[in-house]
């Protein structure tokens, strides 16, 4: 049997998440790789990144990406993302950073019950409206003040930026069907979902189990996205539709990414979902005579027993033996 270690990089050897890059986007290149980085190869030469501190990497069009390149992205848990000319589709996601379960668990359990399912939900609108008591609320009415309070922000942005709003339009698959403010809006909603599929994937976590969102691969990334629409997303658009009306789309994606990094957003996204699943879960042991706790960065395998308690693995539990090891 398997004792679950990745004879690979452990989580004190990789660069943590909000330490990492939010995002690099490349494209019209070959991607390749050089040691533990990886390279962009394009007619203007060749550029180094080491591959430990991207957060997700964007594929634009006319990129392609070898093996090596892949296998090291892998490796270092960087999301891999194949995007559209303005960043307007999510295709994949890489491997966790972390090798233990807590998070996921946690998310899960919350999930699982329709009372902590709404609990979460709840705290989610306690972090995207602070002030307001949503305590009570049913999930009908949380969405109607959601709904509220969106329609307020496009409107207080457009008086603060002068830009003539008439509502919020997206085709989908037709990015250069909407005004310069609405494909603003949905390029940085586009870069958020990235962001927050890296981060989600990075630590364990299912991207589709949302407790706003449901039915979609990827209800808890956006769930995750939208914590930070209205105080970061939106406001980024319309200021970048103010100013470059006439590329709008790589404006927005580059202040975002430099808004992303002041605020040390992705820092900030880690402590949200931990927060989110993790208080409302007990944390379980490792076995029943040492209880000692399962940090969630742990890089430990268990097994499950009776009772809630969980027993290393590598050992025979016969019950005709005294638990040799295997």
């Known amino acids: 049997m398997s004792s679950g270690h ?27 790789r050089d040691a533990n980085a990886i390279t962009a190869e394009s007619a203007s030469g060749t550029t180094h990144i080491p591959s430990a501190t991207i957060g997700t990497l964007l594929l634009g069009p006319g990129t392609r990406i070898t093996h090596q390149a892949m296998s090291i992205l892998g490796e270092t848990g960087a999301g891999v993302v194949s995007v559209g000319e303005n960043g ?16 996921a668990e946690g998310q899960a359990s919350c999930w699982a019950n329709r009372r902590t399912r709404l609990e979460v939900a709840r705290s989610m609108y306690r972090l995207r409206f602070p002030g307001e008591d949503v305590d009570g609320l049913t999930r009908r009415e949380l969405l109607g003040r959601e709904g509220r309070r969106v329609k307020d922000c ?6 603060r930026t002068g830009i003539s709003w008439q509502g919020r339009h997206y085709k989908p698959g037709d990015f250069s069907s909407g005004d310069p403010v609405n494909q603003a809006i949905t390029a940085a909603a586009q870069v958020m979902y990235g962001i927050s599929h890296a981060v989600v994937t990075a630590l364990g976590c299912s991207p589709a ?92 395998m268990t097994l499950q027993s009776d009772h809630d308690v969980n027993l290393p693995t590598g050992t025979n539990w016969d019950a005709q033996n005294t638990g040799e090891s295997w």
């Open 154 to 159: 496009y409107q207080a942005n457009a008086k």
């Open 6 to 32: 990745r004879p690979a990089s452990t989580p004190v050897q990789l660069a943590r998440v909000g330490d990492r890059l939010s995002f690099v986007y490349l494209e019209r290149c070959i991607v390749h």
């Open 88 to 103: 307007v589709r999510y295709y994949a996601g890489g491997r966790a950073l972390t090798r233990s379960a807590t998070l």
């Open 209 to 300: 189990l949302g407790f706003i969102h449901s039915g979609h691969e990827l209800s808890f990334v956006l769930d995750i996205a939208d914590l930070y629409k209205i105080e970061i997303g939106i406001p980024v658009a319309f200021d970048t539709a103010a100013t470059s009306p006439e590329d709008v789309g790589p404006a927005t994606r580059r202040a975002l990414r430099d808004r992303i990094h002041s605020l040390g957003l992705l820092d900030r996204i880690v402590d949200d979902i931990k927060n989110l699943v993790l208080p409302h879960t007990a944390q379980p042991s490792i076995g029943a005579d040492t209880g000692t706790e399962l940090g969630w960065e742990a890089d430990r």
